[in-house]
T-cell receptor, first 114, second 110 residues
Framework: NAGVTQTPKFQVLKTGQSMTLQCAQDMNHEYMSWYRQDPGMGLRLIHYSVGAGITDQGEVPNGYNVSRSTTEDFPLRLLSAAPSQTSVYFC?????????????FGSGTQLSVL | AQRVTQPEKLLSVFKGAPVELKCNYSYSGSPELFWYVQYSRQRLQLLLRHISRESIKGFTADLNKGETSFHLKKPFAQEEDSAMYYCALRVTGGGNKLTFGTGTQLKVEL
């Protein structure tokens, strides 16, 4: 049981490049989400999904796309990378979207956009 | 919009001293509050949640709706408590969406 797995751990992009951050969980969790962590700003929600085929925007969705074709996977796509997207990205999942559910986090992807 | 405020970026205490990490929130609904912790080179993980009224690793937190606070406390700090602590508020109405504070780095010195 690996939990929440994120790849890659580190990535450097040039402005304008696109890429996909991968997130997979093997706990059969219904809910998955993406956060970015920036110094002095805590974690901010980018996108989330309450189940396969269902996604919605969080607090800071601009410049990012997501899809949820399977329960296990929730990739985050950067369409045209910008220096403002330099950040640490965390994927998190929970068994359901209900009350009192704890989030399980991945180990993070450190992204630099030059 | 909801907000979680952690006023201290860094809190430094000596081993054996009491610890209090402050968290204040603003939210129009009924709050669900959590403390998450990130130890060095480890993943962010749940420490405790207000609804459970539990004590984890000696830490407790009481929700004070009058003062809109959810401070994290421990009577005697241990070296292994050194970590980054985040207070988080769950927003009701779709998804398990958490709004996080900016975090407090706790450093326990010998």
């Amino acid at each position: 049981n690996a939990g929440v797995t994120q790849t890659p751990k580190f990535q450097v992009l040039k402005t304008g490049q696109s890429m996909t951050l991968q997130c997979a969980q093997d706990m059969n969790h219904e809910y998955m989400s993406w956060y970015r962590q920036d110094p002095g700003m805590g974690l901010r929600l980018i996108h989330y999904s309450v189940g396969a085929g269902i996604t919605d925007q969080g607090e800071v969705p601009n410049g990012y796309n997501v899809s949820r074709s399977t329960t296990e996977d929730f990739p985050l796509r950067l369409l045209s990378a910008a220096p403002s997207q330099t950040s640490v990205y965390f994927c998190a999942s929970s068994y359901s979207s209900g009350t009192n559910e704890k989030l399980f986090f991945g180990s993070g992807t450190q992204l630099s956009v030059l | 919009a909801q907000r979680v405020t952690q006023p201290e970026k860094l809190l430094s205490v000596f081993k054996g001293a009491p610890v209090e990490l402050k968290c204040n929130y603003s939210y129009s609904g009924s709050p669900e509050l959590f403390w998450y912790v990130q130890y060095s080179r480890q993943r962010l993980q749940l420490l405790l949640r207000h609804i459970s009224r539990e004590s984890i690793k000696g830490f407790t937190a009481d929700l004070n709706k009058g003062e809109t606070s959810f401070h994290l406390k421990k009577p005697f700090a241990q070296e292994e408590d050194s970590a980054m602590y985040y207070c988080a508020l769950r927003v009701t109405g779709g998804g398990n969406k958490l709004t996080f504070g900016t975090g407090t780095q706790l450093k326990v010195e010998l």
